[in-house]
């Protein structure tokens, strides 16, 4: 019985951020839990991922997931580095 | 026919182009998330040293490459220029084909031409500790070299999956005295707070980033800063020592590039190798200016618009291919302006500006380039590098087309020698474009056909 989450998790692709091949279960959940921002682009040419996640993403999951803008990675430094800050460092 | 031209080492560019006052419409200045306006030096420093923020910001044409920078750079710099005779007969087209040779350098990439500079900046400000993360090793690894010449601690988080699956790049890190460390750590409240929930956490670029950010910003005992190896203008600036160069050497043969050629991933060997002939080109010259990109992360060609048809590399029939003529299509997922996320914002501007054209290619064309290149210029390049590569292949067929003769300039900008399992998948068949077979997609489509969709 093919488990619905876990479908296309075995499948490999090469990770444009990372430099090397990652299964389709890192692209999944690896923003705390939900698919990466680029994992419609990516894995686009290996199966209908778009529709795929449609299906096991709630509404708010995908939302989160594909429409909230994700930051660039200066911001996300600035963001970190902020953060990091108002906790008490240097 | 010579095939290399070798820059005398006196002739090393001692100044750093910076292309911002060059730009035909300016720079958007990136905006601080929290604020919303352009972040200030009392947002960067506890980031980055005094001196490279003022180099990200400076509008000064020419940045003078201070002496102790130029001395490691003479480990391998000037890089040679050298004639793709080989590839040039394989290919049997009207084109002349020059590459620049970024592999050369201890690291095997083009990373060190930043890395130096970043530590030497960091260590004239009194910085006794750097850290950064990396992804596949090749920025920590380029970062932990330079470190090493001027005393300097060098700590990499690297990302789990990344560190598992490579360890000769974390070895050479070691090697030269870095600590490289797989993250999710328990040494930074980042890690930490992953780690509570999944303890065998694989990791991710972004985590990584906030451990190496919160270990710079929180650091008390040992004056820490963070590097980031692409991206930032002041990265970009320190990378155009190899299109200096080239323009010297192409002098030296009498030759002057119609197209100039390098993969674009955040930017820095792309813009190493264009930026000076951009600037050219601002100032009228004819020069075509490609940026190669893997269609699996198109983010010049396409950017976040997964489903956006009619897209400038001509991409639209393969988007067609899985729609399955489901009744499903994803809306565009971002506005307009992010449309170059993830790349430089200074070349953002520059395709924007008209300056630059970006062209995406697929990962086996990618690998085919590669095994030509191997088996006539005999190197073997970066995944990343055969990006470029495919772009000198197809801008060679346009030539034979045309039948035109074109001189062709490329950024070979790393060895492939530390990514030989991507390799061995191809040869063995593993890659595809398209990795599923039909009946698979059918089998697992079939199995969620009905099922309700999450509320």
Not at chain 1, 37 to 65: D, M, N
Not at chain 2, 53 to 58: A, G, K, L, T, Y
């Amino acid at each position: 019985m093919l488990d619905v989450k876990t479908a296309f998790d075995e499948l490999e692709t090469r990770c444009p951020q990372l430099g090397g091949p990652v299964p389709f279960d890192y692209c999944r959940k690896v923003a705390e839990g939900l698919p990466c921002s680029r994992a419609l682009i990516c894995w686009e040419l290996h199966f209908p991922v778009g529709q795929y996640l449609r299906r096991i993403l709630t509404e708010e999951e995908w939302k989160k997931a594909f429409e909230t803008p994700s930051l660039s990675r200066l911001e996300r430094i600035l963001s970190a580095a902020d953060r990091f800050r108002d906790q008490g460092g240097g | 026919m010579a095939r290399k031209t070798i820059l005398p080492e006196d002739q090393i560019p001692r100044q750093w182009y910076n292309i911002t006052p060059d730009l035909p419409h300016g720079l958007q200045p990136p905006l601080h998330p929290g604020t919303l306006q352009p972040p200030g030096p009392d947002d960067l420093a506890p980031i980055f040293p005094m001196p490279l923020i003022e180099q990200e910001v400076s509008q000064e044409r020419w940045i003078d490459i201070p002496e102790p920078v130029l001395d490691v750079y003479r480990i391998w710099r000037p890089t040679p220029l050298v004639r793709a005779v080989s590839f040039e007969k394989f290919l049997d087209a009207p084109v002349k084909i020059y590459y620049k040779n970024e592999g050369y350098s201890p690291p095997g990439s083009h990373k060190p031409n930043t890395a130096v500079a970043q530590a030497y900046f960091n260590k004239e400000f009194g910085i006794k500790r750097l850290c950064t993360e990396t992804g596949a090793g090749q920025w920590g690894s380029a970062l932990a070299f330079a470190c090493s010449f001027f005393d300097l601690e060098c700590k990499v988080f690297m990302v789990r999956i990344s560190y598992d699956q490579k360890p000769y790049r974390r070895l050479m890190m070691m090697t030269w005295g870095a600590t490289c460390v797989a993250s999710p750590t328990d040494t930074t409240d980042a890690g930490r707070k992953i780690l509570e929930t999944n303890p065998d956490s694989p990791g991710s670029l972004g985590l990584a980033i906030s451990e190496a950010v919160e270990t710079a910003v929180t650091s008390k005992d040992i004056p820490t800063r963070y590097c980031l190896g692409s991206v930032l203008n002041h990265v970009l600036l320190h990378q155009t020592v190899v299109g200096q160069e080239a323009k010297k050497q192409m002098e030296m043969v009498g030759d002057y590039p119609d197209v100039v050629i390098g993969c674009a991933g955040g930017g820095s060997n792309f813009a190493g190798l264009s930026f000076p002939f951009a600037q050219d080109k601002i100032n009228g010259k004819e020069v075509q200016i490609i940026a190669a990109e893997p269609t699996s992360c198109p983010t010049m060609t396409r950017g976040p618009f997964a489903y956006d048809l009619g897209d400038v590399a001509g991409m639209t029939p393969l988007l067609a291919m899985f729609t399955l003529g489901h009744d499903f299509v994803p809306p565009p997922i971002h506005a307009g302006g992010l449309r170059y996320h993830g790349m430089a914002p200074l070349i953002s501007q520059l395709i924007r500006d008209g300056i630059i054209e970006p062209r995406a290619y697929h990962n086996l064309e990618t690998f085919e380039a590669g095994l030509d290149w191997a088996k006539t210029e005999g190197y073997i390049s970066a995944p990343e590098t055969n990006h470029a590569l495919a772009a000198v292949i197809e801008v060679a067929k346009e030539a034979k087309e045309e039948g035109k003769e074109k001189t062709i300039l490329v950024n070979w900008s790393g060895h492939g020698l530390l990514d030989l399992a991507a390799y061995e998948d191809y040869l063995a068949g593993k890659l595809t474009d398209f990795a599923l077979p039909e009946e698979e997609i059918k089998r697992a489509l079939k199995a969620i056909e009905g099922l309700p969709k999450p509320q």
